[in-house]
């Protein structure tokens, strides 16, 4: 049965950017970052991908939000292999209900069956839109999504989705990474995931996908038009570095890390 | 009266969770800030015993809800629970543990409040109702960012390693309450994979000893050392995704954040992710083959040289100290 | 004028950039060292596009604009410039046919590119007959409806692993560049004979044989143009590949001076890491400095193929001086790194290798100047 899968493709720093910063406290230094897909939202493209490959075709719809910037990630999703994307047009800060709300109205108007989601994305550190879109919509969650199998083995290397659809996809069944171990739910469908790093290994995006990506539609909303409220309830009043460790010292043998850890740190 | 109230992660043994003390001080600092009362939710199949257990620490009361539906912690059958609950005793603030559990719930608790949330604090600021604000990380703990939220609840997670545990203090009241069941559950625990250990637990130990890709995958002498010193096990996300060790041993950004009081990393280079996870760690030891490797920029004590000679090395002296 | 990449150029880079830093190099040491064919990587390049980018869309390929190629080129030689050559050969093979086919030459000799991971060699170059293309003794008789093919080519690019092979060729020596044409080889026909690899110096990853013809039947509809064309074949050909080999000269300098500013911080001697001295400071800013200059030059001279502009003059500026630049910044890397820069341990030495080959290859820094100096010279 072909299924239909909405997923997300925020505008992240880079994570190997070096964040610093303002004078004032007030925000970053956004000079010389490079921007990317929040590469918990990549996993997330990368799983409905699979899925659709295994359950016979179907769409994966990529929504954004933010300003014109956010085409180049959707145009990455796209490439990548997504079907259609959605931005929705918005400048200035932004919580995590408004992100839930834009979502959750998205999702009545285009009726998928699974939402995909990185479980948070890299910049705010949140982990929360996916549990606001599932409890918003009377939905399932299932969060941390994982697997077994290491990132490297066999399975992943042919690209087969860890996430298992039952094929009247009447429920989903999700490997968890939990406190102490893995755990394994079976959630209802429709059901709203959200990825954590072991899901997959992220396809690349290819150059004929990079070149058929400028051709698929890119649709505009904005979360006025959505009939949501775009003022964010969380105001970040300041911003600063954590505090620096000291410098530390080398020693040259185990005998003289001991007598450290002993006389010194008193660690031992 | 701004009232907070607790959520106490219900593990499957009844037992309480360590995690939950620290979340339960984070919520008494809140409550001295804003005069409120500080309330604690058990939510189980039968609640009553560990709610006996956490009335002992310094909490007013002790909301106990018991039903089959509660038999497991999932976020579909908590999360209705906790929010009805909040609205009852007129709480302002709903906190969490930022353990698995707690990330995975609080925000559908919030959801169902309409309540912002701040996850993962790591202090509580101001000093009244009006003023309070969180300091929270930002950017896997580049940024400390204060934030202000500004809905009538407000929700959060909170991180363990940031707040002491709550000491016993007096006892608390019971109250036990019946949740109504949701009409059908959306989601149920098949089946859970330990990753079993003699250990601590990474998060709660005392001494951390962690090897990355410079074990080639074997960790006999990690093992080794950390068996000698009590300590836990923890591994980086090289070695993870290699399949070499468990991913609930990653210590990082992505795997757990722990603060031990002694951090000891073997051949591991230091990658931001990984520092991120262990930078709060008192002392922090480092042994690794390449001198120049970036984790010699966060360590106290810093030994180049082969971890499979110093780790046995090491161990042995710690045996001898004994 | 605008100097920035365009949205779908940064994409494209981004791609080759990740398939650089996270598939080549890691394998890029092994390699070297073993002088073994990365067959696997060229495939996981192929399965992405990042090869045959010139096929035409007609013929179900991308046709990337010149200057992508070029943006695409320095990733992949930051990568690993042997295994970026090793890359870069099948377009440089499929350009004759791209240039010069036949609209059922280019589905015959094209597609199947883009269809299963091939390989294809570009054989120019002979025993005797290296810059002097005109010298070439490698003959094709025709009989009926097919050339007898008879001769060597030296130096040629995954000759041992390649599928198809584009061969320049006389009808007769003695007409010198008058003679030449390009025959399309498929397979191994009898009488074709593959040499063992050379121990090369740097780009130790690329698969570079010698082909040897004895008597070797060719189709006639395997010709390429006419006879006597080829010369001009192989020189648009080159003036199409130029600036993809600067670029490779671009994309080696660039890893050599990221290696180096690490280093520099991290070093210590005197008390404070070596970066603090002027000496070293300075060699990093003229590493910097040149490898952006060549990356600019190599950038114009592709946008003027893309233009329809002849760009003989400026791709000879680009591949001059961007090999010759890479040269010196690979040599002040292994300076900066001392003792340990001369050490296999340390990544800087198989640079400076890496990098003497991109001086001799496709047109010598000295036949660049030629060049140069006939286009300057030339007329009145």
Known sequence: MPIKILVTAKRVEDYESKIKVNAQGTGIVQEGLKYKINPFDEIGVEEALRLVAKHGGGEVVVVSIGTKDVHEQLRHALAMGATKAIWVNHTGPLDQMTVAGCLQKLIEKEKPHLAILGKQSIDDDQNQVGQYLAEWLGWSQATFASKEESLESEAEKTKQPALKL???LSTITVVREVDGGLETVECTMPCVVTTDLRLNQPRYASLPGIMKAKSKPIEEHTPASLGVDGASKIAVTKMELPPARKAGIKVP???????KLKTEAKAL | MSNVLIV??????GSL???????????????AKTGGELHAVVLAKDAGPLANVVKEYGVKVVHAGSGAHLAQFTADAVAPAVAELAVAIKASYVGVAATQAGRDVMPRIAARLKAAMASEILSVVGSSAADLQFTRPMWAGAVIATVKLSTPIVCFSARTTEFPQAQKAGSGEVRAFTPAAPAKALQKVVSFKEVKSARPALTEARVVVSGGRGTKGDFKPIEGLADELGAAVGASRAVCDAGWQPNDLQVGQTGKVVAPQLYIAAG???????????KGSKTIVAINKDGEAPIFQVADYGLVGDLFKALPELQAAVKAAK | MNFDLTDDLKALQETARKFGREVMRPKAAHYDETGHFPKEIIQQAWELGLINMTIPQANGGIELSHLAQAVVAEELAWGCSGMATSMIANDLALLPIVLAGTPEQ???????????????SFGLTEPGAGSDVAGMRCTARREGDHYVLNGQKQWITNGEYADQYSIFCTTDPAKKHKGIMCLVVQGRPKGFTVGKHENKMGQRASNTVTLTFEDVKVP?????????????????TLDNSRPLTAMFAVGNARAAMEHAIDYAKQRQQFGKPIADFQGIQFLIADMAAETHAARLLTYQSAWMLDAGQRNTLVSSYAKRFAA??????????????????????????KLMRDAKLIQIYEGTSQVQRLVIARELLKGS
């Open chain 2, 8 to 13: 106490v992660e219900a593990q499957p043994d």
């Open chain 1, 166 to 168: 039952a094929a009247d």
């Open chain 1, 253 to 259: 043998d185990v005998a003289a890390l001991v007598d």
């Open chain 3, 220 to 236: 006639v509809e395997n010709r390429i143009g006419q006879e006597g064309e080829g010369f001009l074949i192989a020189m648009n």
């Open chain 2, 17 to 31: 969770r360590k995690a939950t003390l620290n979340a339960l001080t984070a919520g008494a600092q809140i409550a």
């Open chain 2, 268 to 278: 591991i280079s230091g990658a931001i992710q990984h520092i991120a996870g262990m």
């Open chain 3, 106 to 120: 280019k589905e015959k000799f094209l597609r199947p590119f883009t269809e299963k991971f091939l390989l294809a």
């Open chain 3, 324 to 349: 010759d630049m890479a040269m010196k910044a690979t040599t002040d890397a292994v300076q900066i790194f001392g003792g340990y820069g001369y050490s296999k341990e340390y990544p800087v030495e």
